[in-house]
């Protein structure tokens, strides 16, 4: 089983950047699709991007659009969320699922990811 593991989070000001990481122990990530999401506090879990097996093919929340950009390396074996233009609203943990066999990144619920990892904090202060 693919334990992702994340990485990179941290305090930022309003406007601001952070990239996450998202590593593999065990197996690698080439093989599976790669959804972001975030929780923030007393609220349900949000998607936020997402990435097919191949790299070629990215999804972004509406919120997030033109400001994050999810991308793999595969040679290094992760994936990250690079965040741009950070607004406190961006304040969550963040995490890192890794797709089912079925998934291929696009329209991929919550459920459709097998694997997570424990999260990092994102703090934006205004």
């Known amino acids: 089983q693919v334990q992702p593991v994340e990485s990179g989070g941290g305090l930022v000001q309003a406007g601001g950047s952070l990239r996450l990481s998202c590593a593999a122990s065990?197996?690698?990530?080439?093989?599976?699709?790669v959804g972001w999401f975030r929780q923030a506090p007393g609220k349900e879990s949000e998607f936020v991007a997402s990435?097919?097996?191949?790299?070629?093919?990215?999804y972004h929340a509406t919120s997030v659009n033109g400001r994050f950009t999810v991308s793999r390396d595969h040679a290094r074996n992760v994936v990250y969320l690079q965040m741009d233009a950070l607004k406190p609203e961006d304040t969550a943990v963040y995490y890192c699922?890794?797709?089912?066999?079925?998934?291929?990144?696009?329209?991929?619920?919550?459920?459709?990811?097998?694997?997570w990892g424990r999260g990092t904090q994102v703090t934006v202060s205004s």
């Open positions: 699922g890794i797709g089912r066999d079925y998934c291929a990144g696009y329209g991929c619920s919550i459920a459709d990811y097998g694997s």
């Open positions: 065990g197996r690698t990530l080439e093989n599976y699709a």
């Open positions: 990435i097919d097996r191949t790299g070629l093919y990215t």
